[in-house]
């Protein structure tokens, strides 16, 4: 198996499809996505402050990144388990890749999993906030790099 540094952003979330294939129902498709939020690095109790907090967000979710050798590093934390969960998937996407391939990105491996269809709308929202700020540091870096 690839290391996700080394996978496209379609290759992993491919990969991300292919493991939710696996489970028959919703019940055992969310167990998985807490479980996914449990191994996410906790973020450190300095970064949780106001201007890292996801806007739209019904939980609180706080978003970092880090811009090293052209690619960008996510790192986030929630006090919501599945939310967790939700901002992990996106991170494994999303993170070690080059901003330009970051807003480029057509995630739609949200939509396969079947994961706008069974979240609640405040949740849904909230996972559209999230995948905003990572583009929006994507450009904000992009255009650091490109002057």
Same mark, same amino acid.
């Given at each position: 198996?690839?290391? $996700? +540094?080394?996978?496209?952003?379609? %290759?992993? @979330?491919? *990969?991300?499809?292919?493991?939710? +294939?696996?489970? %028959?129902?919703?019940?055992?498709?969310?167990?998985?996505?807490?479980?996914?939020?449990?191994?996410?690095?906790?973020?450190?109790? $300095?970064?949780? =402050?106001?201007?890292?907090? =996801?806007?739209?967000? @019904?939980?609180?979710?706080?978003?970092?990144?880090?811009?090293?050798?052209?690619?960008?590093?996510?790192?986030?934390? +929630?006090?919501?388990?599945?939310?967790?969960?939700?901002?992990?998937?996106?991170?494994?996407?999303? +993170?070690?890749? %080059?901003?330009?391939?970051?807003?480029? $990105?057509?995630?739609?491996?949200?939509?396969?999993?079947?994961?706008? *269809?069974?979240?609640? *709308?405040?949740?849904?929202?909230?996972?559209?906030?999230?995948?905003?700020?990572?583009?929006?540091?994507?450009?904000?870096? @992009? $255009?650091?790099?490109?002057?």
């Amino acid at each position: 198996m690839l290391l $996700a +540094s080394k996978m496209t952003i379609n %290759e992993i @979330q491919n *990969q991300i499809i292919d493991e939710f +294939s696996l489970f %028959e129902d919703w019940t055992d498709k969310y167990e998985y996505i807490i479980e996914l939020g449990k191994k996410l690095q906790p973020l450190d109790e $300095a970064h949780k =402050i106001e201007e890292n907090k =996801i806007k739209g967000c @019904q939980s609180n979710v706080w978003l970092i990144s880090v811009l090293e050798d052209n690619k960008i590093s996510f790192y986030a934390d +929630s006090d919501a388990v599945i939310v967790k969960g939700l901002v992990s998937m996106l991170i494994r996407v999303l +993170s070690g890749k %080059e901003p330009e391939a970051i807003v480029e $990105a057509d995630l739609y491996f949200i939509d396969k999993i079947g994961m706008t *269809q069974h979240l609640a *709308q405040t949740r849904s929202n909230g996972l559209l906030s999230m995948l905003k700020q990572m583009k929006f540091y994507a450009i904000a870096y @992009q $255009a650091k790099l490109t002057k």
